[in-house]
């Protein structure tokens, strides 16, 4: 009998040993590949890189310190990419006041009101430092969007980061005092608590400008 039962019981023993052994091993990959690969797809991605080879429609323009790079009212047909500088969004409001809406630096877009159909442009851009900028035609841009799914995936999330950052600034304009908005500005100027070092140094800005960007929004203006 115990010959007879040998033959059965090793295949019993194999069959529940292979499943086993099968799911202990692959289980444990999966959960490794999907979000680290993912992860690494996008540290990896460089959107400097891919902007220098979608072909025609870009080019690209060095601005000295305090050049316009375009101005409210003009045509909005391009989005516009910083490669290296720092540059700055003012509006001109209908009195002739103007107040500082945003400081630009390495890897910010700026212009891209232009995708969502705007024909002009709501506000002026100006160059803080020398600026080396890539100027992106809106069709181009629109291509290159539909085209390569991490650059889409990597300016969405671009956006959706700014507009949180809108909104931020929105509740301390309303609820900060002058004082806390001003220190606020020059935390976000260093980068402080964003990826990589905070910068050691801040650009040069006048303390006008500061008072404008750390302002109450009486005339509805926002800052950075």
């Given at each position: 009998?115990s010959?007879?039962?040998?033959?059965?019981?090793?295949?019993?023993?194999?069959?529940?040993?292979?499943?086993?052994?099968?799911?202990l091993?692959?289980?444990?990959k999966?959960?490794a590949?999907?979000?680290?690969?993912a992860?690494?797809?996008?540290?990896?991605?460089d959107?400097?890189?891919?902007?220098?080879?979608?072909?025609?429609?870009?080019?690209s323009?060095?601005?000295?310190?305090?050049?316009?790079?375009?101005?409210?009212g003009?045509?909005?047909d391009a989005?516009?990419?910083?490669?290296?500088?720092?540059?700055?969004l003012t509006?001109?409001s209908?009195?002739?006041?103007?107040?500082?809406?945003?400081?630009?630096?390495?890897?910010?877009?700026?212009g891209?009101?232009?995708?969502?159909?705007q024909?002009?442009?709501m506000?002026s851009?100006?160059a803080m430092?020398?600026?080396?900028?890539?100027r992106?035609d809106?069709?181009?841009m629109m291509e290159a969007?539909?085209?390569?799914h991490?650059?889409?995936?990597?300016?969405?999330?671009?956006?959706?980061?700014?507009n949180i950052r809108?909104e931020?600034?929105?509740?301390?304009?309303?609820?900060?005092?002058?004082?806390k908005?001003?220190?606020?500005?020059l935390?976000?100027?260093?980068?402080?608590g964003?990826?990589?070092?905070?910068?050691?140094?801040?650009?040069k800005?006048s303390q006008?400008?500061?008072?404008?960007?750390?302002?109450?929004p009486a005339?509805?203006?926002?800052?950075?």
């Open positions: 009998m010959p007879d039962c040998q033959p059965n019981s090793s295949p019993q023993r194999s069959k529940i040993a292979r499943p086993t052994t099968i799911d091993t692959l289980q444990p999966r959960n590949i999907g979000p680290s690969v992860a690494k797809k996008r540290r990896a991605f959107p400097h890189a891919f902007l220098a080879t979608i072909g025609e429609g870009r080019k323009v060095l601005f000295q310190r305090k050049q316009r790079i375009f101005a409210q003009d045509p909005n989005v516009f990419y910083i490669q290296t500088g720092k540059a700055k509006v001109v209908k009195t002739g006041k103007e107040a500082t809406i945003g400081i630009l630096t390495d890897g910010d877009f700026f891209e009101a232009s995708l969502a159909g024909t002009l442009r506000c851009a100006t430092t020398d600026c080396a900028v890539l992106i809106k069709k181009t969007l539909h085209r390569e991490e650059f889409s995936d990597m300016f969405v999330a671009y956006l959706l980061a700014r809108y931020e600034d929105l509740v301390d304009q309303l609820f900060n005092s002058s004082e908005r001003l220190a606020r500005i935390l976000l100027l260093a980068h402080f964003k990826e990589g070092k905070p910068e050691t140094v801040v650009p800005i006008e400008m500061l008072a404008e960007m750390s302002a109450p005339h509805g203006s926002a800052s950075l």
